[in-house]
């Protein structure tokens, strides 16, 4: 059984800073690629970010480019999001996701976590 568990949210003044960490279990690590998505109240769900099997090559929505960062440890089978600069606006449920490429869509990605709340306070 697949599982995808995200912490390190919580509360936090804007121009903070938060890691989420998503431990994952029951799949081959190493054989995917990890997003993490967002979803504020009352708006659909949102591409921040997706990293490569072996972290060669990342991708960041534009509004979280120069502020979040992503990695992942292969031999702990965890991927980490460090957000700094955090903004009002980043306030939302954030999920990790596994899948085969490291691309934008939700269709891309096999396995969800149950996400974490991030909110930012201005």
């Known amino acids: 059984q697949v599982q995808l568990v995200e912490s390190g949210g919580g509360l936090v003044q804007a121009g903070g800073s938060l890691r989420l960490s998503c431990a994952a279990s029951g799949l081959t690590f190493s054989n995917y690629a990890m997003g993490w998505f967002r979803q504020a109240p009352g708006l659909e769900r949102e591409f921040v970010v997706a990293?490569?099997?072996?972290?060669?090559?990342?991708d960041y929505a534009a509004s979280v480019k120069g502020r979040f960062t992503i990695s992942r440890d292969n031999a702990k089978a965890m991927v980490l999001l460090q957000m700094n600069s955090l903004k009002p606006e980043d306030t939302a449920v954030y999920y990790c996701?596994?899948?085969?490429?490291?691309?934008?869509?939700?269709?891309?990605?096999?396995?969800w976590g149950q996400g974490t709340q991030v909110t930012v306070s201005s």
């Open positions: 990293i490569t099997w072996n972290g060669g090559r990342t």
């Open positions: 996701a596994a899948g085969a490429v490291a691309r934008h869509a939700e269709t891309d990605y096999d396995y």
